[in-house]
Nanobody, 121 residues
Framework: QVQLVESGGGLVQPGGSLRLSCAASGSIFSVNSMGWHRQAPGKPRELVATITSGGSTNYADSVKGRFTISRVNAKNTVYLQMNSLEPEDTAVYYC???????????????WGQGTQVTVSS
């Protein structure tokens, strides 16, 4: 069984910063891509950023230059540093990881429970 546990959300003023963390644990054989999605009220879930096991990154246009994704492979942990936050960044942020468990031949997507980020003055 695999669990993804997120932390770091909260309330921040416009222009402020937050750092989200997501740690995967359980019967993990290998982790491929990791990343973050978000969902604002009344809107579909959207991709925020992804990072491969080799460190290649991809960002949504709306966060380029403001957000930075990173990971520590030895800890199966992914981070999202969010700077210059805007009210439009308000959403529930979900981490995901492509994980191969000990007895599987394939990678499957696992999701965290979500953490609320609110940007407001």
């Amino acid at each position: 069984q695999v669990q993804l546990v997120e932390s770091g959300g909260g309330l921040v003023q416009p222009g402020g910063s937050l750092r989200l963390s997501c740690a995967a644990s359980g019967s993990i054989f290998s982790v491929n891509s990791m990343g973050w999605h978000r969902q604002a009220p009344g809107k579909p879930r959207e991709l925020v950023a992804t990072i491969t096991s080799g460190g290649s990154t991809n960002y949504a246009d709306s966060v380029k230059g403001r957000f930075t994704i990173s990971r520590v492979n030895a800890k199966n942990t992914v981070y999202l540093q969010m700077n210059s936050l805007e009210p439009e960044d308000t959403a529930v942020y979900y981490c995901y990881a492509q994980i191969k468990v000990g007895t599987s031949r394939s990678y499957y997507n696992y999701w965290g429970q979500g953490t609320q980020v609110t940007v407001s003055s």
